[in-house]
């Protein structure tokens, strides 16, 4: 069995010891995992902004449309009915999360993660903006209201509530088209009472977490980082710090050069770190694996003159010094579960149709009624219209040695983009020629897409 990672059980690093609040003030950092960072983030943020403006065959790329319970996905149109295939879609996410975290730690939590990205790449840089570096927000904290200080906070609440909305709006151009977002921007919220509550509650939701809650999101709500331990192991690249290299540690002045480690002690990489944590003492739940300790570190380590990589992406192993390996078992399980995902999702979305037909008993009344000599069944047709266009279909009840006759009163119709229908099929057979396993059998035919379809169901008698 793999070693698992030993895992810090500190108090956590948002709470004064009185349990009251550490609001963490992290301080700036550069280097080459921070500037892969804000490629990063700019990449994803305008992947986010852009989407709903991305048309696919007509539609938006991305395409929640609720009221109407269809969905689009890049030129692919799904409705209500095809709502089962959310379960491939996210168990792939899920596979693919259990992956990267086992090769790569928490690099979806450092780079990716919409909490990362929105908190680093958009509301961070405008509290720098108007609030300073690291010591001068501080230092504003502590000290008493002044103009000064009112007039920043004032306006950095009011450039975060700017943001909430403009990201509120952009999330719900997901589920409602641009033209119509456009439309209700324009108009009274009386109009559209149901969007403009997801509207104001969005928006609530992300200044209440941006502004104020942040890391504890990280922390204390987030299932993943909880689930981190479970999933990473001895050969699992995380950020940590070089305990051999680095202890002991101290101010250089105080030490003679042969007891000195190289790490001096000068907690640049806890105050540049977002979540408050020292990442000397071990790998801890709070590490979202942003590698700002490292490019701090780094940064520290040339100044002195010293090897790069006392803090540093490694593996438990590699710390030790031991042998990385990277396969292991648990990369072979998942790998072997997502192949056998491509293989089940592969079939589950090749039997995606145009249109779905179903034979269903008529709602509300007896399965079978007898009626001078007669049986008779009620049933229906359900018909839905998967496609974006109208389309046209042709209903015939299939004839048998039995001598089913078939009457279906609307055997030809058409239904627009995404609609369905219920239509009516009555069926009957003289009672002498009822026999059991009978089966009514209609036969669909669409004009367009699609191919022709026989759908079934047991025609009931007495005894049959
Ligand atoms: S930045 Fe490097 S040298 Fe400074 S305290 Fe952290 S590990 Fe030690
Ligand atoms: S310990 Fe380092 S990698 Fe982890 S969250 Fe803090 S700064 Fe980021």
């Not at 509290?127 to 927000?137: C, S």
């Not at 570190?297 to 003159?305: E, F, N, Q």
């Not at 009840?397 to 001598?403: F, K, S």
């Not at 219920?422 to 669909?444: A, D, M, N, T």
């Amino acid at each position: 069995m793999p070693k698992s990672l030993p895992v810090i059980q500190e108090p956590a690093s948002s709470l004064n010891k009185d349990g009251s609040r550490n609001f963490v003030h992290p301080a700036d950092v550069k280097g080459r995992f921070t500037t892969r960072r804000w490629i990063t983030f700019a990449v994803l943020l305008l992947i986010y902004v852009a989407l709903p403006f991305i048309e696919v065959g007509g539609r938006p790329a991305v395409f929640l449309d609720v009221a109407r319970r269809r969905f689009y996905l890049f030129g692919a149109a799904f409705n209500a009915q095809d709502f089962w295939l959310v379960f491939f879609l996210l168990s792939g996410m899920a596979l693919v999360l259990f992956i990267v975290t086992t090769l790569w730690g928490r690099v979806w939590c450092g780079y990716a993660c919409p909490q990362t990205v929105f908190l680093e790449g958009l509301y961070r840089r405008v509290e720098r903006l108007l609030e300073g570096p690291r010591n001068q927000r501080m230092r504003r904290n502590a000290a008493p209201m002044s103009f000064d200080k009112a007039w920043r906070k004032g306006l950095k609440h009011l450039f975060f509530l700017a943001l909430s909305l403009l990201l509120s709006h952009v999330f719900l151009s997901y589920f409602v088209s641009l033209p119509s977002l456009a439309q209700m921007v324009r108009r009274s919220p009386a109009e559209h009472p149901e969007a403009f509550a997801w509207m104001a509650a969005t928006t609530g939701l992300l200044y209440f977490n941006f502004a104020w809650f942040r890391e504890q999101l990280c922390l204390i709500i987030c299932p993943y980082g909880r689930l981190q331990s479970t999933l990473t192991d001895a050969d699992t690249l995380v950020i940590g710090y070089d305990k051999k290299r680095g202890e002991p540690r101290g101010k250089r002045s105080k030490r003679s050069t042969e007891e000195r480690g190289d790490c001096v002690d000068c907690k640049r990489c806890v105050v540049v770190c977002p979540t408050g944590i020292d990442i000397r003492n071990g790998l801890q739940m709070e590490c979202i694996g942003c590698a700002a300790c490292v490019d701090a570190c780094d940064a520290i380590m040339t100044k002195l003159g010293r090897p790069t990589g006392l803090v540093r992406y490694d593996s438990l192993n590699g710390f030790e010094g031991k042998k990385k390996r990277f396969w292991r078992p648990r990369l072979a399980i998942y790998v072997l579960a997502l192949i056998l995902w491509s293989v089940g999702s592969y079939f589950a979305f090749s039997s995606h149709e145009p249109y779905e037909a179903n034979l269903l008993r008529a709602p509300g009344g007896a399965p079978f009624t007898v009626e001078d000599g007669v049986v008779r069944n009620t049933l229906q047709v359900h018909l839905v219209n998967k496609t974006d266009e109208p389309q046209r279909y042709h209903l015939r009840g299939l004839a048998d040695d039995a001598g089913l006759e078939y009457q279906i009163p609307i055997a030809d119709v058409e239904l627009p983009p995404g609609g369905d229908r219920h239509l009516p099929v009555f069926v009957e057979l003289p009672r002498e020629s009822l026999r059991p396993g009978l089966l009514v059998r209609v036969e669909v035919q669409p004009e367009g897409a699609g191919d022709p379809k026989v759908v079934e169901a047991r025609f009931l008698g007495p005894g049959a």
